[in-house]
Every structure is written in C-alpha cells, then in structure tokens.
C-alpha cells in the first residue's frame, strides 16, 4: 500500500476503530479520533515533503505537460472488463486540497472536544466523510471519484440531523438532495465523456487524451459544471448551503464549507475544464456572469443576516464565488487564484465556524445584536475573530489577499474566447464586493466585540479551553503563513495549473 | 446430472410434505431445517455442478445465465425459509393467529422455487409456461397464508385475479406466436420469426410483454403489487419481492434472448419509455407511504424500472449488469425485508413512524437496515450503487442520455423516501419506554451476513467479472 493509499486508509481505519469501542466510552472515543487525525496530518507532512522533493526537480517538465503531471502513482485494476481502475495520484493542487482537508479535520475533531450526545456515531461518520474527501482529492478514475464524492456528501445527513440546530432535518434534507441532484447530472456528463472517448476507460488521463466534438462539449460541459457547481454553491443553486451551514454542528460547518464545498471548484477545475476546454471557452462567459452574481449576492446577503451562522454561510458564498470567478477566467492566474481560494476559504471558514460554535457553547445565542462587549472577557476568541474577519476582506499579510488579487487579475487579464469588455466589467463589479465585506465584516465584529458587555451574564464566560486554543491557532497561524509566504503555495501548485491552462490553448478544434 | 439441483428441490418439497404428515405437531421443528438442508444440498449442487448440459432433447438446458439464476433462486428460497422460522415455529413476542402449517408452508415454497428453476432452462415454450404456472401458482397461495387475517386473503384474491389476467394475456401471446410460426421449440422459433408477418407478430409481442409487465411490476401492470405485499405474511413479501422479480426477469430473458429477441430490438424507445415511467411513478408514490410493506413494494416497483435498462440497445453489457444488479437487489432487498419481519415479529407494527429510535434501541439491525435502505438508493460504495452504475452505463452507451438523467435524478428521489425510515431510526428520538427488542439468533446471523455482502458486493469486483465473463460466451453461444 502506498502513501496515498495510506491517506485515505487512515481516517477509515480510524472509523473502524471508533465503531469497535462500546459507546460509554466517549472519552477515549475523543482521542482516538484526534490521535488519528493526528497522523493523518503527520503523513500529510510527509506527503508535502516527498512531493516537493520529487516534483521540484521537474517543474518545467510538469509546466509544459499537456497533461497533469502525477506523483506516487497507484493503479490497480478493479473491474477491468468496464475499465475502471483504482487509479490514485497526485499532483500540486491535489496535495494543497490534501493538505487543507487534514488541517481542517484535525482542528475539527479537536473543536468537537465538547460533542457529548452519541459520541461515538458522531466520530464515526465524521471519519468516513473525511475518508470521501480525502478519495476524491486523489483518484484520477471517474468512478472512484464519483465513488468518493457522494461518500463525502452522504454522512451530512445523519451528521446534521442528529447534531445539528434549528431546522436541522429540513436543511439536512434540502442539503443532501441538492447536492445528490447535482452528482446526478455530473454521473450523466461522466458515462457521456465515457462512451463518446471510445476508449473503454473512466481514466481522467486518458480521457483527456481526446478531444471530443464541439457540440458534444457544448452540452457535457454546462452539465458537468453546474453538477459541480451546486456543492460550489454556484448561483442559483447556492441555496441549500446557508441552511445547512447554519444548522450543522460545528465540526461539521466547518469541513463541510471548510473543504466539501471545494470540491466543487475542484471538479469544475479538474474534471470540467480539464477534459472539456472548448466547452469551457464557450460558456465562460455565463458562468462568469454566474459567480460574480455570487460574488455580490452573497456579500448583501450577509449583510442583512443577524446570525452568526447565516452571516458566515452568505459570506462563505460569496467567497465560494471567487473560486469559480476564477476558474471562469480560464487563464493561469484565475486559476491559480481559484486554488489559492479554495484554500484560503477552506481555512478561513473552518476558523469561522470552529469559534463560532465555541462562542455559542457559552453565550448558547448566535444572534449578533444580542452579543457586545465579548472581547473583554474572551481575548483569545477576539483574536482569532479579528484574523478570521480580515483574511476574509482581504487584507494584506493574510492569505486571502493573495488569492483575491489573483482572481481579480484574472479577470482583468481575461481569456481571448470570451468578450473583453464584458469580463473586465464583471471583475470591476466583483472588485465592489470587497467594500460590501469590509462592511459587514467590521461592523459584525465590532458588534460582537466591541463595546460595553451588554449581557451581565456574559461577565462569567471563560476563554477558549486548550483544545480550542490549539485548534483555532493552528488555522489562524495558517492564514498568516499563506498569506506572508504565498509562494510557498504558489510554488506548489503553480506547475499543475499550468498544465491544466495548457490544455486550453493546445486543444485543437476538430 | 444437469438436473441434480431440481431434482433436490422437489425431493426435499416432497419430503417436507410427508415428513410433515407423519410426524407429531411437537417434532414439526425439524421440518425447517430440513427443507434448509435440501435447499443448501441444491445450491452446492448447482454451484459444483456443470454450468452447461442439456437434457431431454435439448428441451431443458443450462447454460451460464441460467447457472447464475439457479443461484439466485436457492439463495432467495434459503434466505426466506430461514426468516419465516420464527414465525412459523411461534418464536415472536406478537402471536400472529393463522400463521402456522410448517410443512404445506415450506413444501409450496419449494414448488415455486422448483418452477423458477425450470423457467430458466426451458427451451420450449410449453415447458416455459407451465414452468411460470409452477412458480405462481403456489405463490397465491403463499400470498394469502395468514387466513383469519382479511387483508391477507384480498392480498390472495387480488394475485389470483390479477395474475391469471397476465397469465392468459401470455398465454394468447405465446399462442399466436405459435400460430405465426408453427414451431415451439425456441431456436426454431426465433429463426421463424424473423420471417414472419409483422402485423400479428406486433400483436403478439405486445400480449407477452404485458404479462411480463406483470410479472415484473412495470407501470402500467403493477396494480396488484403494493396490496399483495402489504397483505402477504411478511416473509412471503420478502420472497415475492426477490424471486418473483428473478422469475420475472429469466422470463424476459427467455423472451427476448431466445424467441423474439430480433423483433423486439427495435423497441428500444418503447422500453426506454417504460423503464422511466416504472421509476418515476415507483418513486413518487413510495414516498407518501407510511406502511413500510406497502413502501417496500413501491420501491420495487422503482427498482424494475433501474432493472430493465439494460435491455437497451440489446448491447453485450446489458446482460452481465443486469445479472450483476439481480444479485445485488436479492442481497440487499433481502437484508431490507430481515430486519422488517424481525420488527414486525417483535412489535407487531408495520409503520414507518413505528420504527423511531431504533438506532439507540437496536443499532446493529438499525445499521444494517440502513445499509439496505443506502444501497437500493444507490449510494456509494454498496453494491446498490456499483450494481446501478453499470446498468447506466449500458443506456448511455445507447445513447439515451436523457434516460440516464431521468434515471440518476430518481435515484435522488428515492433516497428522499429512504431518508424517511433512516430519520425514524437514527433522528428520531425512541418512543418513551423503548427497551431493545430481542433477536434470535438465527436472523441476527443472516442480518449479519446480509449487511456484509450487501457493503462489499460492490467493491469486490469478483462476481461481476465472472458474470461478465460467463454472460460474454453466452451471448456468443446463443
């Protein structure tokens, strides 16, 4: 078994290991989770390290592929006569989403310290989500992929009907159908993409090797993306993610906005655009008009929210926007701002949520206008607020900065198959969100935070636990590495981008 | 012996019957293992035996597809005789009067199962009817068991009108055929009619593929199902619900593989129409059920439509994913209806809502319940999923991407319906004073077993491969 076999391994092993303790034992269920999202993140390192040190000797190689270039290559045939094969590898920007997945679902397990209703089957389907995740993120076989991604999706259910708040068995419900609906018509655009290629196999690689005919990609792309984009939160299919974000439990909210949504951009990017370019030039445009209605539509909406949840939920759309924003500039730094997104937003958003469920813990309300003052009993949560809040307006220094600039030179620089003037407008509008966030943003910060406490009550609360301090450092020091060190990222996936925008320019037309 | 395994089953239906009329009412226990014991000697039987002999003239044959339904059939028929156990032998906490009559109970079980398995070696079309007589008939008697309970005995009446319906419909079918060919063996009449006239040939098809509509619960011919389901004692449910299914689809099989096969090519669209239309409806009207007997005949309603799309575009594919889902859909419909006659023994109660907090009361059955729910949803990785994912393919491959659209999205409906029973389990909170039911061992075991083979059908790719291997000669052989 290789070390990718082994990323995916771990948390289900993990899983299994929680289902075999009794359920009384929650105490131990708690660090045996940890502990295996704790070497799942040591392997990551050891993922991150070995990459670079194999990959960084052929960046010019990788860069001037025509097709995506793997490392640590696993293929076994699984039912040859359909050809489906276990086919798992990686290249940059697998490893960044590997990385962002396995920060996200330790901090996660560790903001759960406090679960303490049916421990055990919390644990447990937390643990095969996340195996999904990780699966996707590395198979290069549409059938393990589409295998992984719909286990990734399925445990929302159960995991935000039972833990969940509010209306949870109604977001739980609309979550899953949405989402279930979506994968319907990617599995439509995957036995279209199969049987078209004519090669007898479900290899991404090899079905990139085609170039398929215009009309045929002008139906399966659309398709393809818009299956995608509803886990993107793409407009208009965004709706299910603010009621289920709102209503999920905290380590929930935040994998699910911290990394399932970016498996929408992901396969818009991986899969969409990779196999189907001339698709992708043609509908650019549109899916660009698209994001950047998210952009702004989800801006104003969390403006009018007065819960924290729903407030970070519409904010997450909006950011969710710049992600497909920027795989719809189909150039090279789109994409890589739509990567770097994805990363920065999984982090952001995961910090989010982690101290929001902390702050509901003790203050047991989410509505903003009922908070003030907060900052003086509970420095550390303020802190991590503040570094939250100005990652996501893009302030300098912290990642989202670096990943919005891109997106927006993107759009700026534009792609020679859609209509300059057109894209450059859309980018300026989208540039106006950031204002609107910088509104909301402060302003729910300094409502929350600020001032007198307005709540006697409030006078008591304790400041985050060890657990929780450990989980929200590890996010907010990641905002500052990307966003002080971007290059670091950058460098990382940059090749792999490139090989994918390679495939723009080089496809031919038949 | 290409005949070994019907010869055990009907040996073993014979001994049931006279072991059942000497023995005391005290002694009657050993009748179950018996006809266990007879049913496992078949399926070793036809597991070692040959996959390919014929006998009488080349008028009972078997081949690779009908070594794989014989399987079915055995697995279908122990499977059901081993949930009916606590029932016939009175071991549940509810007394259900009228239940009882061990040896006729298992002796007719076994007739039917004998007929299925002549159904899949027929090869001519006398046999091939009076084979489907000897798998139905008995099933209407089955269906209407419990006597002192009405809805039992509508459940029997409504089969008998309904099925002899069909059954006379294929009768006149079969009989034109024969009159427009003047053959009945199958390979002289599949040669014949591709040469035949076309106007009573259209006539003719249309009447035999109204039967088989019945048999295989496709809309429009699925009236019968949900009463025959929800009246039927429930392991007679379970069994109809799986090997009347695999009937049905060997006798589709025979049709279209061995007589009109030629002919019935080209109504592709007509199948296509058919098979969106049994899903859809299924589909939407499973989900306003609350009786989850009734419920589970919708959802097999919606599962013939999934089943039939591989006869789309008569393509290689088609056989070995329709096999390949066959087995799965045994596996896990059997899974489904275990833990639903373990409730059903234990509490008396057929509603959906009746199953709330099952989670926290039993969590293996609810698990493993929830596992057979999740995989005839088609979620990944159970079998449900893999097994409709190749059918998928198959109409893909035809082309009709619009059908795999209207497919792949009904399986989000139907998760929604499935999502109802998995809510009461695991959402809901147990009724006040809920204590975990008991379970006897021997449905604990096959829910276990069940549940294994249902989560990892899909993911060992042994069996498809050697379905499709062995349905690729075959196709070749025919």
């Known amino acids: ?510 | 012996m290409v005949m070994l395994p019907e010869i055990i089953v009907i040996v073993t239906a014979f001994a049931v019957l006279l072991a059942d009329l000497f023995l005391d009412e005290r002694r009657r226990v050993v009748l179950a293992p018996l006809a266990l014991v007879g049913l496992g000697a078949a399926f070793v039987a036809g597991l070692a035996g040959t996959s390919s002999g014929e006998v009488f003239g080349g008028r009972f044959v078997i081949d690779a597809v009908g070594w794989w339904f014989r399987l079915f059939f055995i697995l279908a028929a122990f499977v059901t005789v081993v949930v009916s156990l606590d029932l016939l032998d009175g071991r549940t906490s509810v007394r259900m009067r009228g239940i009882g009559f061990r040896g006729e109970y298992y002796s007719v079980l076994l007739f039917t199962i004998a007929g299925m398995l002549y159904l899949s070696a027929a090869r001519d079309m006398i046999t091939l009817y009076v084979s489907l007589e000897l798998s139905t008939l008995p099933l209407f008697v089955l269906a209407a068991w419990r006597r002192d309970h009405a809805p039992s005995g509508e459940a029997g009446l409504k089969y008998v009108i309904y099925g002899a319906l069909a059954s006379s419909l294929l009768l006149y079918g079969l009989a034109l055929v024969y009159g427009i060919t003047g053959e009945t063996r199958m390979d002289a009449l599949a040669a014949a009619v591709t040469k035949a006239s076309p106007g009573a040939l259209w006539f003719a098809s249309g009447l035999i593929v109204c039967g088989l509509g019945f048999k295989l619960t496709l809309v429009p011919f699925h009236m019968w199902a949900a009463d025959v389901y929800e009246g039927a004692p429930t392991p007679v449910t379970a069994y109809l619900s799986v090997a009347s299914k695999g009937a049905g689809l060997v006798f589709a099989f025979q049709i279209y593989y061995r007589m009109l096969g030629p002919w019935l090519q080209d109504w592709d669209l007509a199948i296509a129409f058919c098979a969106a239309a049994t899903m859809t409806f299924g589909n939407l009207v499973a989900i306003v059920q609350n009786n989850i007997k009734r419920f589970m005949a919708f959802s097999a309603i919606s599962q013939a439509g999934y089943l039939i799309l591989g006869f789309i575009g008569a393509n290689a594919e088609g056989v070995p994913a329709m096999l390949f889902y066959m087995l799965v859909y045994v596996v896990t419909n059997l899974l489904a209806f275990a833990c639903i006659v373990w409730f059903g023994n234990e509490t008396g109660r057929e509603r959906i809502e009746d199953y709330r907090g099952l989670a926290q009361t039993n969590p293996m059955v609810a698990l493993g319940f929830m596992l057979a729910l999740f995989s005839l949803a088609g979620i990944p990785p159970l079998s449900g999923f893999v097994g409709k994912y190749f059918l998928f393919s198959v109409t893909a491959q035809a082309g009709m991407h619009w059908l795999v659209a209207v497919a792949a999205v009904n399986s989000t409906v139907s998760l929604y319906y499935y999502l109802r029973v998995i809510r009461q389990m695991y959402i809901e909170p147990p009724a006040e004073g809920a204590t975990t039911l008991p379970i006897t061992g021997t449905l604990a075991v096959t829910i276990g077993v069940l549940s294994a083979a249902t989560a990892l059908l899909g993911i060992i790719p042994f069996f498809y491969e050697t379905i499709h291997v062995h349905t690729i000669s075959w196709l070749a052989s025919l």
């Not at chain 1, 698209?290 to 997450?316: E, P």
């Not at chain 1, 995961?350 to 009922?370: C, D, N, Q, S």
């Open chain 1, 1 to 510: 078994m290789g070390l990718l076999s082994w990323i995916i391994a771990v948390p289900f092993i993990t899983m299994l290991f929680v289902v075999c303790v009794p359920a009384r034992q929650w105490r131990a269920i708690r660090w045996i989770s940890a502990f295996g999202c704790g070497i799942h993140l040591v392997l990551t390192t050891i993922l991150v390290y070995r990459y670079w040190q194999e990959a960084s000797p052929n960046m010019e190689a990788i860069r001037s592929a025509n097709l995506a270039t793997l490392f640590f290559v696993e293929r076994i045939p699984w039912f040859p006569s359909l050809g489906i094969t276990y086919y798992i590898g990686v290249d940059g920007i697998s490893v960044s989403m590997i990385v962002l997945t396995s920060l996200i679902i330790f901090t996660g397990s560790l903001a759960s310290w406090y679960v303490d209703i049916r421990t055990k089957e919390f644990y447990a389907l937390l643990l095969l989500l996340v195996t999904g995740v990780f699966g996707v993120f590395v198979s290069y076989d549409l059938f393990l992929f589409f295998m992984f991604y719909e286990l990734a999706v399925l445990p929302m259910y159960l995991l935000i009907g039972i833990w969940g708040t509010g209306p949870k068995e109604y977001a739980a419900m609309k979550l899953t159908l949405m989402l279930l609906v979506g994968s319907a018509f990617v599995l439509v655009g995957f036995f279209a993409l199969y049987h078209a290629s004519g090669l007898h196999t479900f290899d991404l690689q090899q079905l990139a090797t085609v170039t398929y005919k215009n009309d045929f990609q002008r139906w399966v792309f659309p398709m393809v993306f818009v299956g995608f984009g509803v886990i993107g939160a793409l407009y208009p299919f965004h709706t299910w993610s603010p009621d289920g974000h709102s209503s999920a439990p905290t380590a929930v909210s935040m994998l699910h906005a911290g990394v399932l949504m970016k498996l929408g951009g992901y396969g818009a990017l991986r899969i969409a655009v990779y196999l189907l370019p001339e698709g992708a030039k043609m509908w650019a445009l549109f899916f660009m008009v698209l994001s950047t209605i998210n952009i702004v539509y989800g801006s104003f909406g969390a403006i009018m929210q007065k819960d924290l949840k729903y407030f970070t939920a519409y904010s997450s759309v909006s950011h969710c926007g710049f992600v497909l924003f920027g795989v719809a500039t189909l150039n090279v730094i789109g994409f890589k701002g739509a990567v770097l997104q994805m990363f920065s937003h999984g982090i952001m958003t995961g910090l989010f949520f982690a101290l929001i469920g902390m702050v509901y813990g003790r203050t047991h309300t989410r509505v903003i206008p009922e908070m003030g003052g907060l900052a003086k009993v509970m420095p550390w949560f303020a802190t991590m607020f503040y570094i939250g809040g100005l990652a996501s307006l893009g302030l300098p220094g912290l990642s989202g900065f670096v990943a919005e600039t891109h997106v927006f030179l993107g759009g700026v620089f534009g792609n020679p198959w859609s209509d300059r003037t057109a894209t450059l407008l859309l980018t300026i509008v989208a540039t106006m969100s950031i204002v609107v966030t910088a509104v909301y943003v402060l302003r729910g910060l300094a409502t929350v935070f600020q001032g007198p406490i307005t709540n006697e009550h409030y006078l008591e609360l304790t400041d985050a636990r060890l657990p929780e301090r450990l989980s929200t450092g590890i996010l907010a020091a990641t905002l500052f590495v990307v966003g002080l060190l971007p290059w670091l990222f950058i460098n990382l996936t940059e090749s792999s981008i490139v090989a994918i925008a390679n495939r723009l320019t080089t496809a031919g037309t038949p």
